[in-house]
């Protein structure tokens, strides 16, 4: 606390004016260039960009450019200097393609991001721009570079620079940008009295409170702290990762600690909520206190970690193996449930078996450990090694939990799968917009015959609309499709990027007016892509189907404390599906006589991101047949409506 206030004592000291500099603005004309422009000014080019960022993209007749007039004559303009060494730096000129990043091309070249923008000052306020060159320092390495001195204005070198204020920028604005208060802002500039565009003020990073209030209660300000990844942002604030870096685009260089970030204010935003009335809490069921018995069977791989391995090579092995990591994070999941029941009284036995990810070692593993009076056996992960338990334990009727594979078994009696199919997923979404369609304008647009074909026969009373031999759709048959006079409900089926892009950038530009609404039975990977307007989606308030949500923050609260403090990050999707499916089991085998008397009750069970009500397959065993419809609104949140 003590430095904190001397901190604070010599911010209020040193104190810097606002730049004498003077600029005025230049009224493009018709057939001028940037570089005509910079040389009537007897400035450069880059300086003219400095200034004018918008500017790289083009300009146009009549448009305003603001001008530094005394460069030559006023040293303070030059907030950047160049080191003293700069001078024997070579360059590699690099051109920039989609997707590039200031932390990528760091990464790729080996320089920090720094030195990038310091070879590059337009980069310290814009973004990088797709075919823009840019100079990469190469030989950073082998220059000699003198310490800067903190100048006299600037003792405790807190890394000032310049902000040139543009036309309706406010101090708000401002402070967001450079991640400092506005109280910050004014003890930097303190002859600061009113905003104009063209003044420049005093800036540099510095921090803010934790969480701040903004913009009424839509959103609130989350400042990043060490450790932290993008994942576990988004399962502590219960958002998307497309809503986190739509809403804040500095992502795009890599999430960075003390980083101030956006955040949708979930809580006092107006979502409609959903509640599942056939929700059962198990919780307040539990009857059955005897001991309860569990295997888990996960490939864990542990034959692939040589016992010579060091603990850094051990890491690595781990690091390198993703169903090594699915298989930790799982288990972590399952201890916490463990835990949980513990303690509503449930005491349990749990048996750890690694099955190495083959159905060889599954055989050998159920003829070498004693399975009487096991309850139940979560795992194996993969779809041909939970068979092989299944099939192997079928005839002692143990029943066998599948927690992640989501393709139909076959005809295996003691079988419970977890995950719905996809062909489950695709029905519930249209059996959603059937019950839901009454007044609405259906319209269809479907590349896949069978999809055509089904969606047509169960909503004979919508429109189709064909892609052509191309793969596209003109806006004009899209435009036909749709009634301005009533709601309109667009299910788009496709897994091509250049279809969707083409689709929801059209029917975005119409969504107020047509009042549309964007569906699909399938969201595969292609509606992740960088081409797909997050934007787009919020606002035609994207409905699909889920096996999964994400959780509530609130509502969780004591699941994400109690697992953030045994292992010190947030949890996975998989290490609460751990938790999900194993505390479900347990809670079932509490409260009835064994979990096939559980799991014909009536109702739906429903925890962290899952929920689970089974049905008895006709072939034999059992399926969950729970499904989350998810739609995103215009603040790119998910919401809940079946």
Do not use: C
Not at 198 to 210: D, I, P, Q, T, W
Not at 321 to 327: C, R
Not at 371 to 399: H, K, M, W, Y
């Amino acid at each position: 606390m003590k430095k904190i206030a001397v901190l604070i004592l010599f911010l209020q000291l040193f104190t810097v004016q606002a730049f004498a500099q003077q600029y005025k603005y230049h009224i493009v004309k018709q057939g001028e260039t940037t570089s005509q422009i910079a040389k009537q000014y007897n400035i450069s080019e880059e300086t003219l960009f400095k200034y004018n960022p918008d500017a790289r993209r083009g300009i146009k007749p009549q448009g305003k450019l603001v001008v530094p007039i005394n460069v030559g004559q006023d040293q303070n303009v030059k907030t950047v200097q160049q080191d003293p060494g700069d001078a024997n730096v070579q360059f590699q000129m690099h051109r920039v393609k989609r997707q590039e990043t200031l932390f990528s091309l760091s990464q790729q070249y080996n320089v920090s991001i720094e030195d990038i923008k310091r070879f590059n000052k337009h980069l310290y306020s814009a973004e990088l721009r797709r075919g823009e060159r840019i100079r990469i320092p190469k030989n950073l390495a082998t220059v000699q570079k003198t310490e800067p001195v903190p100048s006299a204005s600037n003792p405790l070198d807190l890394s000032v620079k310049e902000h040139l204020v543009l036309p309706q920028e406010t101090l708000y604005g401002i402070s967001r940008k450079y991640n400092i208060t506005i109280a910050d802002l004014q003890r930097l500039n303190p002859t600061l009295e009113t905003l104009k565009p063209g003044m420049v003020l005093k800036v540099r990073n510095g921090n803010v409170e934790k969480v701040v209030e903004v913009e009424g209660n839509l959103f609130k300000y989350y400042q990043v702290q060490p450790q932290e990844t993008l994942f576990s942002l988004t399962r502590r604030f219960g958002i998307s990762r497309d809503s986190l870096v739509s809403l804040n685009p500095a992502l795009a260089d890599g999430l960075k600690s003390g980083m101030v970030l956006k955040i949708p204010n979930v809580d006092s935003a107006e979502i409609e909520e959903y509640t599942e009335s056939a929700t059962v809490n198990l919780e307040n069921r539990i009857s059955n206190y005897s001991t309860k018995n569990l295997v888990v069977m996960l490939p864990f791989n542990k034959n692939r970690i040589v016992a010579t391995d060091s603990s850094s090579n051990a890491a690595d092995r781990i690091k390198n193996d993703k169903v090594m990591q699915v298989s930790l994070d799982f288990y972590s999941g399952v201890l916490i449930a463990v835990d949980s029941a513990k303690a509503r009284g449930i005491s349990s036995k749990v048996t750890i078996l690694d099955t190495e990810g083959n159905s060889g070692k599954v055989n050998v593993l159920l003829n070498t450990h004693n399975f009487d009076d096991v309850d139940a056996v979560i795992g194996p992960l993969l779809q041909s090694t939970v068979e092989t338990a299944a099939r192997g334990l079928e005839r002692r009727n143990i029943p066998v939990v599948s927690p992640l594979t989501s393709k139909e078994a076959g005809s295996i009696s003691n079988f419970l799968q977890t995950v719905p199919t996809d062909e489950m997923l695709a029905n519930a979404m249209i059996s959603y917009i059937s019950e839901n369609s009454a007044g609405k304008n259906l319209v269809i647009i479907a590349d896949n015959y069978e999809k055509r074909r089904k969606l047509s026969a169960a909503l004979p009373s919508a429109k189709v609309v064909s892609p052509g031999e191309s793969g596209t759709i003109s806006q004009g048959a899209m435009a036909a499709a749709l009634d301005n006079s009533r709601p309109n409900w667009v299910i788009l089926e496709s897994d091509k990027i250049g279809l969707l892009s083409n689709a929801t950038s059209y029917f975005n530009s119409r969504a107020d007016s047509h009042k549309i609404t964007l569906f699909t039975t399938d969201r595969n990977k292609s509606f992740e892509s960088d081409i797909i307007s997050n934007s787009h989606l919020g606002k035609l308030n994207f409905h699909y189907p889920s096996v999964d949500r994400a959780f509530d923050l609130v509502k969780n609260r004591s699941f994400i404390k109690k697992y953030e403090e045994k292992y010190g990050v947030t949890p996975s999707r998989f290490a609460v599906r751990g938790f999900d499916v194993t505390y479900d089991v347990l809670l079932r085998l509490a409260s009835a006589q064994d979990l096939y008397s559980s799991i014909n009750e009536e109702g739906t069970t429903q925890y962290v991101e899952n929920k689970f009500d089974y049905d008895h397959r006709p072939g034999g065993g059992y399926m969950n047949k729970a499904i989350y419809i998810l739609a995103y609104d215009r603040n790119l949140n998910l919401k809940v409506v079946q």
